[in-house]
């Protein structure tokens, strides 16, 4: 079978889908705009996480929210748009690589959703009380444990993540003949 360029992802390698065998063009390995999106959203993610989170408070990053605090009003609408685009970001880089079938977005966004989810869920107040209990619980993630007890629980970051995830798999599916269409 030959396969066009535009077929074939920058290592000269195609993904053949279901349709692949009847003489459809395989789907590239990589969708480079879905990428560049997600790594898009990062970046406005973690320029609103340098105004709206406290100083120092992501435990990997010294020095993140140091550009100051923004008003509390505006911290209630910002608050929780790290953790909407966190999961909105990485949905769509994720998938740019491991595709864009159906089965693929919801593993994808549906994954990350969770990862977003279960984080905020270890900072409830209980958790970080047991591990403050059980420090060799997480001795060998020293990071994860600073995050479990610096952080702060809020149900509004729970939300946050689902929409992200949610937004993620809706622009995914609305979007996917056009992303394979190079």
Same mark, same amino acid.
């Given at each position: ?16 889908? &279901?349709g ?14 879905a ?13 609103? &996480? ?39 970001a ?11 079938s ?37 001795s060998?993630?020293?990071?994860l444990?600073? &995050? ?35």
């Amino acid at each position: 079978m030959k396969i066009s360029a535009r077929g074939a992802n920058f290592l000269g390698r195609t993904a053949a889908g &279901y349709g692949a065998a009847m003489g459809a063009t395989p789907r590239p390995l990589f969708e480079p705009r879905a990428f560049a999106w997600g790594f898009g959203w990062l970046v406005v993610g973690f320029a609103v &996480y340098q105004v709206a989170r406290p100083p120092n408070s992501i435990a990997f990053l010294p020095g993140s929210g140091a550009f100051g605090h923004l008003p509390s009003h505006l911290i209630s609408l910002f608050g929780s748009a790290p953790t909407f685009v966190h999961a909105l970001a990485f949905s769509l880089m994720s998938a740019s690589i491991v595709g864009t079938s159906r089965e693929r977005i919801a593993l994808v966004c549906g994954g990350w959703g969770a990862v977003d989810v279960a984080f905020e869920v270890v900072q409830l107040p209980a958790f970080g009380h047991w591990l403050l209990l059980h420090p060799a619980a997480f001795s060998a993630l020293p990071i994860l444990r600073a &995050y479990v007890i610096r952080g702060t629980f809020d149900n509004a970051d729970i939300a946050a993540a689902i929409l992200g995830a949610g937004f993620a798999a809706l622009t995914l599916t609305l979007n996917k003949e056009e992303m394979n269409d190079d």
